[in-house]
Protein backbone atom coordinates (compact mmCIF):
# COMPACT_ATOMS: atom_id res chain seq x y z
CA UNK A 1 0.00 0.00 0.00
CA UNK A 2 1.37 3.34 -0.80
CA UNK A 3 0.76 6.43 1.69
CA UNK A 4 1.58 10.00 1.12
CA UNK A 5 0.96 12.52 3.94
CA UNK A 6 0.57 16.11 3.37
CA UNK A 7 1.65 18.33 6.36
CA UNK A 8 3.45 21.35 7.66
CA UNK A 9 4.92 19.07 9.89
CA UNK A 10 6.43 16.84 8.96
CA UNK A 11 8.25 15.14 11.96
CA UNK A 12 4.56 15.30 13.71
CA UNK A 13 4.27 11.52 11.29
CA UNK A 14 8.49 10.06 12.62
CA UNK A 15 5.96 8.14 14.96
CA UNK A 16 4.65 6.05 12.33
CA UNK A 17 8.31 5.01 12.29
CA UNK A 18 8.27 3.18 15.55
CA UNK A 19 6.89 -0.62 16.05
CA UNK A 20 5.03 -2.76 14.11
CA UNK A 21 3.95 0.03 12.02
CA UNK A 22 7.58 1.18 11.04
CA UNK A 23 8.17 -2.86 10.60
CA UNK A 24 5.69 -2.33 8.24
CA UNK A 25 7.28 0.42 6.11
CA UNK A 26 10.80 -1.51 6.62
CA UNK A 27 9.41 -3.99 4.86
CA UNK A 28 7.66 -2.66 2.34
CA UNK A 29 4.29 -3.39 3.11
CA UNK A 30 4.03 0.08 3.40
CA UNK A 31 5.43 3.07 0.72
CA UNK A 32 5.21 5.61 3.28
CA UNK A 33 5.95 9.30 1.97
CA UNK A 34 5.52 12.61 4.33
CA UNK A 35 5.25 16.06 1.84
CA UNK A 36 6.07 19.16 3.35
CA UNK A 37 3.09 21.55 2.07
CA UNK A 38 5.46 24.48 2.60
CA UNK A 39 7.85 23.24 -0.47
CA UNK A 40 5.30 24.01 -2.64
CA UNK A 41 4.84 27.88 -2.12
CA UNK A 42 7.13 30.12 -4.03
CA UNK A 43 7.27 33.39 -0.98
CA UNK A 44 9.94 34.41 1.39
CA UNK A 45 8.10 33.48 4.21
CA UNK A 46 6.82 30.21 2.60
CA UNK A 47 3.33 31.07 3.74
CA UNK A 48 0.45 28.30 3.27
CA UNK A 49 -2.66 30.43 5.19
CA UNK A 50 -4.30 33.64 4.78
CA UNK A 51 -7.48 35.29 6.08
CA UNK A 52 -11.02 33.96 5.47
CA UNK A 53 -13.17 35.41 2.87
CA UNK A 54 -16.61 36.74 4.43
CA UNK A 55 -14.53 37.51 7.92
CA UNK A 56 -14.48 35.70 11.27
CA UNK A 57 -11.47 34.77 13.42
CA UNK A 58 -8.42 32.73 12.29
CA UNK A 59 -6.72 31.69 9.05
CA UNK A 60 -7.61 29.67 6.37
CA UNK A 61 -5.03 27.32 4.08
CA UNK A 62 -4.58 28.56 0.74
CA UNK A 63 -5.23 26.56 -1.95
CA UNK A 64 -2.31 27.00 -3.83
CA UNK A 65 0.63 24.88 -2.21
CA UNK A 66 -2.69 22.49 -1.40
CA UNK A 67 -3.22 22.21 -5.47
CA UNK A 68 0.78 22.15 -6.03
CA UNK A 69 1.13 19.17 -3.71
CA UNK A 70 -1.00 16.90 -4.59
CA UNK A 71 -0.35 17.55 -8.39
CA UNK A 72 2.98 16.19 -7.36
CA UNK A 73 1.65 13.00 -5.36
CA UNK A 74 -0.45 12.43 -8.05
CA UNK A 75 2.21 12.66 -11.09
CA UNK A 76 3.37 9.21 -11.18
CA UNK A 77 -0.36 7.98 -10.93
CA UNK A 78 -1.55 5.22 -13.23
CA UNK A 79 -4.01 5.54 -15.56
CA UNK A 80 -6.55 3.26 -13.56
CA UNK A 81 -5.48 4.02 -10.83
CA UNK A 82 -8.01 6.19 -8.23
CA UNK A 83 -6.20 6.93 -5.02
CA UNK A 84 -8.95 7.85 -1.69
CA UNK A 85 -8.05 11.79 -0.41
CA UNK A 86 -8.28 11.45 3.36
CA UNK A 87 -8.92 14.92 4.25
CA UNK A 88 -9.27 14.69 8.86
CA UNK A 89 -11.54 16.80 9.78
CA UNK A 90 -13.89 17.34 13.06
CA UNK A 91 -17.21 17.99 10.63
CA UNK A 92 -16.56 15.19 8.99
CA UNK A 93 -17.62 11.33 9.49
CA UNK A 94 -16.87 10.24 12.27
CA UNK A 95 -14.17 7.42 11.87
CA UNK A 96 -14.09 3.94 12.97
CA UNK A 97 -12.84 -0.06 12.62
CA UNK A 98 -15.11 -0.83 9.82
CA UNK A 99 -13.57 2.66 7.49
CA UNK A 100 -10.11 1.13 8.65
CA UNK A 101 -10.49 -2.08 7.13
CA UNK A 102 -12.10 -0.45 4.21
CA UNK A 103 -9.07 1.88 3.53
CA UNK A 104 -6.99 -0.86 4.54
CA UNK A 105 -8.39 -2.42 1.16
CA UNK A 106 -7.04 0.63 -1.37
CA UNK A 107 -3.77 0.43 -2.58
CA UNK A 108 -3.26 4.27 -2.04
CA UNK A 109 -4.32 6.59 0.73
CA UNK A 110 -3.27 10.50 0.27
CA UNK A 111 -3.59 12.27 3.87
CA UNK A 112 -3.81 15.71 3.73
CA UNK A 113 -3.07 17.47 7.29
CA UNK A 114 -5.49 20.86 8.07
CA UNK A 115 -4.26 23.24 10.60
CA UNK A 116 -5.37 26.70 11.52
CA UNK A 117 -9.70 26.79 10.42
CA UNK A 118 -9.10 23.86 7.65
CA UNK A 119 -8.22 24.06 4.21
CA UNK A 120 -9.80 26.58 1.42
CA UNK A 121 -12.77 24.00 0.27
CA UNK A 122 -12.08 24.63 -3.65
CA UNK A 123 -9.08 21.91 -3.06
CA UNK A 124 -11.54 19.16 -2.65
CA UNK A 125 -13.84 20.63 -5.09
CA UNK A 126 -11.28 20.43 -7.65
CA UNK A 127 -9.18 17.04 -6.79
CA UNK A 128 -13.01 15.09 -6.58
CA UNK A 129 -12.58 14.27 -10.30
CA UNK A 130 -9.08 12.47 -9.88
CA UNK A 131 -9.72 10.63 -6.55
CA UNK A 132 -12.42 8.93 -4.04
CA UNK A 133 -12.37 11.91 -1.08
CA UNK A 134 -13.12 11.17 2.41
CA UNK A 135 -14.01 13.60 5.02
CA UNK A 136 -13.62 12.14 8.37
CA UNK A 137 -13.34 12.87 12.19
CA UNK A 138 -11.98 11.36 14.89
CA UNK A 139 -14.03 12.45 17.58
CA UNK A 140 -16.64 14.57 18.72
CA UNK A 141 -13.49 17.28 19.70
CA UNK A 142 -11.59 19.88 18.02
CA UNK A 143 -7.24 19.35 17.11
CA UNK A 144 -5.45 22.15 16.74
CA UNK A 145 -4.15 20.35 13.37
CA UNK A 146 -5.06 16.92 11.63
CA UNK A 147 -1.71 15.06 12.19
CA UNK A 148 -2.42 13.29 15.20
CA UNK A 149 -5.88 12.03 13.38
CA UNK A 150 -3.85 11.13 10.57
CA UNK A 151 -1.23 8.88 12.90
CA UNK A 152 -4.47 7.14 14.49
CA UNK A 153 -5.88 6.85 11.35
CA UNK A 154 -3.37 5.44 9.45
CA UNK A 155 -1.90 3.06 12.46
CA UNK A 156 -6.08 1.54 13.13
CA UNK A 157 -5.62 1.31 9.11
CA UNK A 158 -2.06 -0.09 8.58
CA UNK A 159 -2.14 -2.69 11.16
CA UNK A 160 -5.38 -4.38 9.01
CA UNK A 161 -2.73 -4.97 6.70
CA UNK A 162 -1.75 -8.87 5.62
CA UNK A 163 1.18 -9.51 7.90
CA UNK A 164 1.63 -6.53 9.65
CA UNK A 165 0.27 -8.01 13.26
CA UNK A 166 2.58 -10.77 14.79
CA UNK A 167 -0.30 -13.13 15.49
CA UNK A 168 -2.87 -12.86 12.96
CA UNK A 169 -5.46 -13.82 15.08
CA UNK A 170 -5.57 -11.08 17.42
CA UNK A 171 -7.10 -8.34 14.70
CA UNK A 172 -10.18 -10.77 14.19
CA UNK A 173 -10.43 -10.63 18.39
CA UNK A 174 -10.13 -6.89 18.59
CA UNK A 175 -12.95 -4.89 19.97
CA UNK A 176 -15.15 -3.55 16.93
CA UNK A 177 -14.00 -6.57 14.88
CA UNK A 178 -16.68 -7.46 12.57
CA UNK A 179 -15.72 -11.33 13.07
CA UNK A 180 -15.11 -11.24 17.01
CA UNK A 181 -17.61 -13.37 19.05
CA UNK A 182 -19.45 -11.96 22.17
CA UNK A 183 -20.25 -7.80 22.37
CA UNK A 184 -18.50 -5.08 20.33
CA UNK A 185 -15.85 -4.44 23.59
CA UNK A 186 -13.22 -7.12 24.32
CA UNK A 187 -13.44 -8.36 28.48
CA UNK A 188 -10.32 -8.31 30.70
CA UNK A 189 -7.56 -10.20 29.89
CA UNK A 190 -4.44 -11.80 32.17
CA UNK A 191 -1.36 -12.84 31.93
CA UNK A 192 1.30 -14.83 34.54
CA UNK A 193 1.63 -14.54 37.56
CA UNK A 194 -1.63 -16.31 38.72
CA UNK A 195 -1.78 -14.10 42.09
CA UNK A 196 -0.53 -10.16 41.62
CA UNK A 197 -0.63 -8.48 45.05
CA UNK A 198 -3.52 -10.96 46.18
CA UNK A 199 -5.42 -10.44 43.24
CA UNK A 200 -6.04 -14.26 41.59
CA UNK A 201 -6.97 -14.95 37.60
CA UNK A 202 -10.00 -16.39 37.36
CA UNK A 203 -10.30 -19.89 37.35
CA UNK A 204 -11.92 -20.76 34.40
CA UNK A 205 -8.97 -19.32 32.52
CA UNK A 206 -7.00 -21.86 33.97
CA UNK A 207 -9.24 -24.99 33.53
CA UNK A 208 -8.36 -25.63 30.01
CA UNK A 209 -11.96 -25.98 29.11
CA UNK A 210 -11.67 -24.51 26.15
CA UNK A 211 -16.22 -24.29 25.80
CA UNK A 212 -16.06 -22.80 29.36
CA UNK A 213 -13.31 -19.68 28.69
CA UNK A 214 -15.16 -18.87 25.22
CA UNK A 215 -18.68 -19.06 27.13
CA UNK A 216 -17.13 -16.85 29.51
CA UNK A 217 -15.15 -14.12 27.79
CA UNK A 218 -18.43 -13.98 25.88
CA UNK A 219 -20.37 -13.18 29.30
CA UNK A 220 -17.37 -10.63 30.36
CA UNK A 221 -17.90 -8.97 26.68
CA UNK A 222 -21.31 -8.18 27.43
CA UNK A 223 -21.23 -6.88 30.68
CA UNK A 224 -18.24 -4.52 29.49
CA UNK A 225 -20.09 -3.19 26.76
CA UNK A 226 -23.39 -2.64 28.46
CA UNK A 227 -21.45 -0.98 31.15
CA UNK A 228 -18.65 0.98 29.02
CA UNK A 229 -20.95 1.62 25.83
CA UNK A 230 -24.66 0.86 26.30
CA UNK A 231 -25.23 2.96 22.90
CA UNK A 232 -23.38 -0.37 21.38
CA UNK A 233 -24.89 -3.16 23.56
CA UNK A 234 -28.36 -3.19 22.60
CA UNK A 235 -27.63 -5.25 19.54
CA UNK A 236 -25.95 -8.21 21.29
CA UNK A 237 -28.34 -9.00 24.35
CA UNK A 238 -30.86 -9.78 22.42
N1 LIG B 1 -12.57 25.25 11.99
C1 LIG B 1 -12.64 23.83 12.02
C2 LIG B 1 -14.01 23.40 12.48
O1 LIG B 1 -14.57 24.01 13.37
O2 LIG B 1 -14.52 22.38 11.96
C3 LIG B 1 -11.59 23.27 12.98
C4 LIG B 1 -10.21 23.39 12.45
S1 LIG B 1 -9.02 22.57 13.47
C5 LIG B 1 -8.55 23.85 14.56
C6 LIG B 1 -7.63 22.41 12.42
C7 LIG B 1 -7.47 21.07 11.75
O3 LIG B 1 -7.36 20.07 12.73
C8 LIG B 1 -8.59 20.63 10.85
O4 LIG B 1 -8.50 21.17 9.57
C9 LIG B 1 -8.40 19.11 10.84
O5 LIG B 1 -7.41 18.75 9.89
C10 LIG B 1 -7.85 18.84 12.23
N2 LIG B 1 -8.85 18.32 13.18
C11 LIG B 1 -9.31 18.97 14.27
N3 LIG B 1 -10.18 18.20 14.95
C12 LIG B 1 -10.27 17.03 14.28
C13 LIG B 1 -11.02 15.84 14.49
N4 LIG B 1 -11.86 15.71 15.51
N5 LIG B 1 -10.86 14.84 13.61
C14 LIG B 1 -10.03 14.96 12.55
N6 LIG B 1 -9.30 16.08 12.31
C15 LIG B 1 -9.41 17.09 13.16
Redesign the pocket.
Known sequence: MRIDIITIFPQYLEPLRLSVIGKAIERGTVDLNVHDLRDFTHDRHRTVDDTPFGGGPGMVMKPEPWGEALDAALSNRQADQRPTLVL?????QRFDQPMAAGLAATDWLIFA???????DARVVEHFREQVDVRE????D??????EA?VLVMAEATIRLLPGVLGNADSAPDDSFSPTREGAPLEGPIYTKPQVWRGLEVPAVLRSGDHGAVADWRRAQSVQRTSEQRPDLAQDDLG
Open positions: PTPSGCGRYEGILSIGYVLAGGA
